[in-house]
């Protein structure tokens, strides 16, 4: 938590001194700027800022200034005519045949999997909501029956058991991978 703190605070005074800053635990992502000299400075001034704090930072790290960036895993485009947040090819090409595994389950019928083949689709979901807008939404269900995959008591204490019961799938759970697909 204290390092949460100490870096929001450091993206607050960049942001006080007008440059745009996202920042994640320790991660800063700088960015909105009119042009690569505007970034470069931007950049001075987070490097100068960083040695007054006796921040250390890892110089190697620097991106830019760029019109694409990956930040946190996902992949920031500002080119005019591409901008938008994405998942990198890599990933989606993952998320893709995940979703095809189990669009092809529902048309050989099947109508529940493992929990750990549905935890698995679901954290690969999670992933990508972070760039997919309004997604969360076709995610809770998956994520609710995955979650109550199995429960049970040892010692008094709740504990859960992955992999022991199967998910069964609704029709809207299925509306909602192929919904992903598209």
């Known amino acids: 938590h204290v390092c949460c703190a100490v870096s929001e605070g450091v993206a607050q005074i960049l942001r006080d001194m007008g440059i745009d800053c996202e920042v994640f635990v320790d991660d800063f992502c700088l960015g909105g700027f009119a042009s690569p000299e505007e970034a470069e400075k931007a950049g001075e001034v987070f490097e100068k800022l960083m040695l007054e ?12 200034p760029s019109q694409r960036v990956m930040f946190l ?19 989606l090409a993952v998320v893709l045949a995940d979703l095809d595994e189990f669009l092809s ?72 991978v192929a919904w992903w697909r598209r």
């Open 73 to 91: 895993g996902i992949e920031i485009d500002t080119r005019p005519g591409h901008a938008c947040c994405r998942p990198p090819v890599q990933k």
């Open 105 to 176: 389950w529902k048309v050989e019928g099947v109508t529940e999997c493992s929990a750990s083949e549905s935890a698995s689709l679901v954290g690969r979901l999670s992933f990508a909501t972070a760039a997919v807008p309004a997604s969360k939404v076709h995610l809770r269900l998956l994520h609710d029956a995955m979650s109550v995959a199995f429960v049970s008591t040892r010692s008094g204490a709740p504990w859960v058991r992955w992999g022991s019961r199967p998910v069964r799938f609704t029709t809207d759970m299925w509306e909602d």
């Open 53 to 64: 704090l006796g921040f250390q930072w890892a110089p190697h790290k620097k991106i830019g």
